[in-house]
């Protein structure tokens, strides 16, 4: 079976609908044709500062939530990044081969030293996509099931594999990324032309798995629209409104076209409590579940450490192989 690998941030209690539109339900998806791999990158989130005890619980709670979704332990291996020490020994290979222009051309690097100001910047946030590079790499994965904000680290993740293939022998898979045709960007509901992120500028905006069904339900009803009446599908003028209908077709599989048709004539009011309703539907499931996983914690460190076995495992043999080509002397 070909493999999958994909991987979200620990940055937070909760995913939130992007997430989870995005890839999650991808993730679940894909697991009765490939053999996934779905990990909690642990090291990513250090590369803007945490708090040590919020982080832990972080973890837990993002891979809770994986299960919660439908991530199915039988069929997919679950294991948390830094638990594998590969990754990190991969990266710094990896980086050896990187250039530093091209690093420096990454649009999310750029975004994020922006907002951090350049001394609050770290060598970790430039380096962020070259371990990314290295989750995928060690695994031999074919597919990654990401929104479109990861679509270039995945171009660079094939240019080093591509690289290090000609430099010093046929080693890595190339893989191809997964973005969703629907999903692929879901917007802030308080700002529709920003994509939705858990450093989102109000609360309000953002949609967590985890929140409560009437707030959930408060955050559709208070989503910004526009002063038309109409309800149709048109990013550029109208970005609020479609956005609604985007997370509308896409968690309940319809085509935009049939929901412009249903909701011809009808008021936002209309579509905001149906999507509300839709939405909590879906997610009120995932949160219910995730809460009673993580009544339990030591049995979900089991879990987590059963997975890592599994992971290690498979990417020992890829380190080694790795070490191997650029000539390292093998230990004995
Ligand atoms: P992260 O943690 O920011 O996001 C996790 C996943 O959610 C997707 N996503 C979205 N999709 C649609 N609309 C949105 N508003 C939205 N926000 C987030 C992301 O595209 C991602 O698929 N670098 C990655 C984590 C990572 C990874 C990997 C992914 C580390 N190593 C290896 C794949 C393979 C990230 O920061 O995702």
Do not use: N
């Given at each position: 079976r070909p493999v999958v690998f994909s991987g979200m941030q620990p940055s937070s209690d909760s995913l939130h609908l992007g997430n989870y539109l995005g890839a999650l339900v991808n993730w679940v998806a894909l697991q009765d044709d490939y053999d996934p791999i779905y990990c909690v990158v642990d090291l990513h989130a250090i590369t803007v500062a945490q708090d040590p005890a919020a982080l832990r619980a972080n973890v837990r709670a993002t891979a809770a939530q994986y299960l919660a979704a439908?991530?199915?332990?039988?069929?997919?291996?679950?294991?948390?990044?830094?638990?594998?020490?590969?990754?990190?020994?991969?990266?710094?290979?990896?980086?050896?081969?990187?250039?530093?222009?091209?690093?420096?051309?990454?649009?999310?690097?750029?975004d994020k030293s922006a907002r951090h100001g350049a001394d609050a910047t770290t060598v970790g946030l430039?380096?962020?996509?070259?371990?990314?590079?290295?989750?995928i790499l060690l695994y031999g994965t074919h597919l990654v099931p990401v929104g479109d904000d990861q679509r270039q680290h995945l171009e660079l993740t094939r240019d080093l594999a591509g690289r290090f293939n000609s430099r010093y022998g046929d080693t890595f898979t190339v893989p191809e990324a997964m973005i969703p045709a629907q999903s692929a960007r879901i917007y802030d509901l308080q700002e529709p032309t920003a994509k939705m992120s858990k450093s989102a500028a109000s609360p309000a905006g953002l949609v967590n798995l985890l929140d409560e069904p009437s707030v959930t339900a408060k955050k559709f009803k208070s989503a910004v629209t526009d002063t038309e009446r109409e309800i149709r599908f048109d990013p550029e003028t109208k970005p609020g409104i479609s956005n609604l209908l985007g997370i509308y077709a896409a968690i309940s599989r319809r085509s935009i076209a049939s929901l412009e048709g249903e909701y011809a004539g009808r008021g936002y009011g209309d579509l905001k409590k149906d999507l509300a309703e839709v939405v909590v539907e879906a997610v009120s499931p995932i949160r219910t579940r995730t809460l009673e996983l993580l009544q339990d914690p030591a049995e979900l460190d089991r879990l987590l450490a059963v997975g890592a076995q599994k992971a290690t495992e498979r990417a020992e043999r890829t380190l080694a192989l790795v070490y191997d080509r650029v000539g390292f002397l093998r230990r004995r």
């Open positions: 439908g991530v199915d332990l039988e069929r997919s291996t679950l294991f948390v990044q830094s638990h594998v020490p590969a990754h990190a020994e991969l990266a710094w290979v990896l980086s050896t081969i990187t250039g530093f222009g091209e690093a420096s051309r990454m649009t999310q690097f750029k430039f380096t962020y996509p070259v371990l990314m590079a290295a989750d």
